[in-house]
């Protein structure tokens, strides 16, 4: 939050002469202050200057090639369980506003699965699925054209986990997808059908354009969610950084470097992710994002204005005191 | 001489226990303006709605262009449109909103030249040069690459008109044009009007604008409590109406 707006201009007394202002000192502002900032130090240099924790093995391990390579694949991880939540999403959503009641109930129950069991469940769920269906069939009906796998080729670390967070990420955004449609405004769906387009155009031309500006915000936020919902993959040995982490410190038993070491590289991702998302919201209509989040950091700054601005209105605040004081 | 190209007898409407439309008879040939004035609720909006099929009708006759309205007759039976015959018929009947609703995430020509992509199948580049062509019409091509947001309320209208226009309908219908308007921004809006009603488009125009409805309007029916009290010449409706209900509604707005 911005501090206050602290004015600097005289204001007139009494007998209309100006008086300056004297600024207050918060006393007990800076003494809080003060003590929060104390305990913050002490608190990190427990742990940076902590000997139990060596800090040479840290940087050693942070660029090692398995440590690089969990950090790709689980961008990569990240990247296509967020693209198959985000497309399913949309598809759940658009049928669950459908006219066709049949179709309503499977989203709402496929949302209502996919939500209310724990990811870690439909991770290990999807891992072990040759436990139901040893071979995967494609094939044409009624005849010999068709193609099969064996399920645990298929169901590997990494599609197990690109299953169970891409199908649980779009029953979640499933909900912001409905929400963004159903805050498009009433009137551009009657002014596009009273234009002569179906309702499938409608809904494609007109109200997911628009709805897409309000559902921007929340995608970069599921993402960098993402970015870090993917350790869970842990379970079914996903090959990502925090699976890799794991594996090296289970032979040399350096547990918190290399948790260290992973939570350097998921920081540095959520904050790449962070600067793409604003970069994203400002493309597109910052109208629409504003009303869901507040104004950056850097928008605060550069709306204060110039020095000479400020002037300004200050100078046309004290006309119009004076002018209401001269109509006394 | 005239077949009618609205004809509405006995049209009742209700939304749950409100009955919006009491059995409404109504007519328009082609080349008419016909303006409906009447209190707020009186159900004025609703009928304009039901004429392009935005709302549907629970009763009553009510025939575009000869047809009835949401059916089809076949087999000896009438059955319910379907989604792309809706789509048809609107194509022909233009729209003009209260509250504008162009469409947000484009400026002016797209949204003039959406319908004509979409729904007419024109080339992108046919579509906006005809798009340009109507934003000439309503005096805004310099307009052409603006935002809603960027244009004022009477401009947004404006356009709104344009977009309805270009797909040269049969018949225009206007939801009170001008009632979210500043009143500075009214006229520029009713001149566009009063421009067609003199090309010879086939209007109605739900209004309060008495003014418009005396000089612009063929006829002028006065709705009251879902039903037309009245209907008739400009002259006999407003200056020497023989219903007292139509008498009270104008000396308030008048």
Redesign the interface.
């Known amino acids: 939050m911005a501090a206050p707006h602290r004015r600097t201009e005289p204001l007139p007394g009494p007998d209309g002469a100006l008086i300056p202002i004297t600024p207050r000192m918060h006393w007990g502002r800076w003494v809080i202050g003060a003590l929060a900032v104390a305990f913050v130090l002490w608190l990190v240099a427990s742990v940076v200057f902590n000997e139990n924790i060596r800090w040479n093995r840290v940087f050693e391990y942070l660029f090692s090639p398995k440590i690089l390579n969990g950090v790709f694949v689980t961008i990569w991880m990240s990247v296509l369980a967020t693209v198959i939540g985000l497309s399913l999403g949309v598809v759940l959503a658009v049928m669950k506003l459908s006219r066709n009641s049949v179709l309503q109930w499977i989203a709402t129950g496929y949302i209502w699965f996919f939500r209310g069991t724990p990811v870690l469940v439909q991770l290990i769920f999807w891992y072990n699925l040759a436990f139901l269906f040893p071979f995967l069939t494609l094939q044409v009906p009624f005849t010999q054209i068709g193609v099969r796998w064996d399920t645990n080729d298929i169901m590997t670390g990494f599609t197990a986990a690109l299953l169970g967070l891409g199908l649980n990420l779009s029953a979640y955004f499933a909900e912001t997808v409905r929400a963004g449609i159903q805050a498009v405004?009433r009137?551009?769906t009657?002014?596009?059908?009273?234009?002569?387009?179906?309702?499938?155009?409608t809904m494609r031309?007109?109200v997911l354009?628009?709805a897409l500006?309000i559902i921007i915000p929340p995608t970069g936020n599921e993402f960098i969610s993402m970015l870090k919902t993917t350790s869970l993959v842990i379970v079914v040995a996903g090959n990502d950084l925090m699976t890799n982490a794991s594996q090296i410190y289970k032979q040399n038993n350096l547990i918190i470097e290399l948790l260290i070491v992973a939570s350097i590289w998921y920081m540095v991702l959520t904050a790449i992710a962070t600067f793409a998302q604003s970069r994203l919201e400002r493309r597109f209509?910052a109208?629409a994002v504003r009303l869901v989040r507040g104004p950056t950091f850097a928008q605060t700054l550069l709306k204060r204005g110039s020095p000479a601005q400020q002037a300004q209105t200050a100078t046309e605040a004290m006309a119009s005191i004076e002018e209401k004081a001269t109509k006394r | 001489m005239n077949a009618s190209l609205v004809r509405a007898s006995g049209v009742t409407k209700s939304f749950g226990h409100h009955q919006v439309l009491n059995g409404v008879d109504f007519e328009v040939r082609p080349g008419e303006v016909s303006c409906i004035i009447g209190p707020s609720g009186s159900g004025k909006s609703t009928f304009l709605r039901c004429i392009n099929a935005l709302e549907t009708v629970d009763g009553g006759s009510l025939e575009v262009a000869g047809s009835q309205v949401g059916y089809e007759l076949r087999g000896g039976t009438y059955r319910p449109w379907r989604d792309r015959d809706f789509a048809r018929f609107r194509s022909g009947i233009g729209m003009v909103f209260q509250r504008f609703n162009l469409y947000g995430h484009l400026d002016a020509v797209e949204n003039v030249s959406c319908s004509l992509v979409n729904v007419a199948g024109m080339s992108k580049d046919a579509a906006r040069e005809r798009a340009m062509a109507e934003l000439d019409r309503v005096g805004l091509a310099a307009h052409a690459t603006k935002r809603p947001h960027q244009l004022s309320g009477g401009q947004q209208q404006r356009v709104a008109i344009a977009r309805a226009l270009a797909m040269d309908p049969q018949l225009m219908l206007f939801d009170e044009p001008t009632s979210a308007l500043d009143p500075e921004l009214v006229d520029e809006v009713l001149e566009s009007m009063k421009a067609l009603a003199l090309g010879g488009m086939t209007m109605v125009v739900v209004t309060h604008e008495i003014g418009f409805a005396r000089e612009v309007g063929d006829t002028v029916s006065f709705f009251d409590e879902g039903v037309i009290v009245e209907s008739g010449t400009p002259d006999r409706v407003l200056s020497h109406s023989s219903s007292p209900r139509t008498r009270a509604f104008l000396d308030k707005v008048l």
């Open positions: 405004d009137g551009q009657e002014a596009a059908l009273a234009g002569g387009m179906t309702s499938m155009q031309v007109i354009p628009q500006r209509g109208d």
